[in-house]
């Protein structure tokens, strides 16, 4: 299917374990991004990748590592985890659009539940 | 650095009623402006957007207009419908790669 999918859609987990979140595009965007949603944050940034084995911390990356070995894939990694990572997870990636100028293209979000 | 303020929420309308969200942003430069929607459940959907002052985003019956002057990119719906209950998130974008700054997020409920 074209566009971008995140899996699992679910996972939960358990404290001190390691969690890899999958991100996939199928539009061969350069940029890609990952952000968590928590209540009252609305969307931060914690990574993102200007295109393969190019990456950069975003507002909140502590915790978690990213890598991109194809410029399709983009995974999360939780080396760690703990409960303040409890969140829903969010890949997007930026392509041009008719209107103009870049613009994000999100998935449907990985829900994260760490124990 | 960025940053991008919208009205707090939640709002509680009632269907055909009219909608305003508020949007201001703090940016150097030029930003791209937009509006996402979150459908329960689902991820974030580009709404509409706005390159340049003055130009309008419109998209579903939702419009906004990029204010430079004020600073603003409030977003408008002439007569709002039950399916129209979402959360809208104003966003910016100073960069030429599309990395944004996210506002909080404003919870909109319609009532039938």
């Known amino acids: 299917d074209a566009g971008i999918t995140q899996s699992p859609r679910y996972k939960i987990t358990e404290t001190g374990r390691q969690v890899t979140l999958m991100c996939h595009q199928t539009w061969s965007h350069s940029y890609m991004f990952w952000y968590r949603q928590d209540l009252g944050h609305g969307l931060r940034l914690i990574y993102y990748?200007?295109?393969?084995?190019?990456?950069d911390k975003g507002e909140v990356p502590d915790g978690y590592v990213v890598s991109r070995s194809k410029t399709e894939n983009f995974p999360l990694t939780l080396e760690s985890a703990t409960r303040s990572q409890t969140s829903v997870y969010f890949c997007a990636s930026s392509g041009q659009t008719s209107g103009g100028g870049e613009t994000q293209y999100f998935g449907p979000g990985t829900r994260l539940l760490v124990l | 650095g960025d940053s991008v303020t919208q009205m707090e929420g939640p709002v509680t309308l009632s269907e055909e009623a009219f909608l305003t969200i508020n949007c201001t942003y703090t940016a150097t430069g030029y930003p791209s402006l937009f509006w996402y929607v979150q459908y329960p459940g689902e991820g974030l959907q580009l709404l509409l957007k706005?390159?340049?002052?003055?130009d309008k985003g419109s998209n579903k019956g939702f419009e906004a207009t990029y204010r430079k002057e004020t600073t603003s990119f409030h977003l408008e719906k002439g007569s709002v419908q039950v399916s129209d209950s979402a959360v809208y998130f104003c966003a910016l974008s100073g960069t030429s790669y599309g990395k944004l700054t996210f506002g909080q997020g404003t919870i909109l409920t319609v009532h039938p």
């Open positions: 990748s200007a295109a393969a084995d190019i990456t």
């Open positions: 706005a390159t340049k002052a003055d």
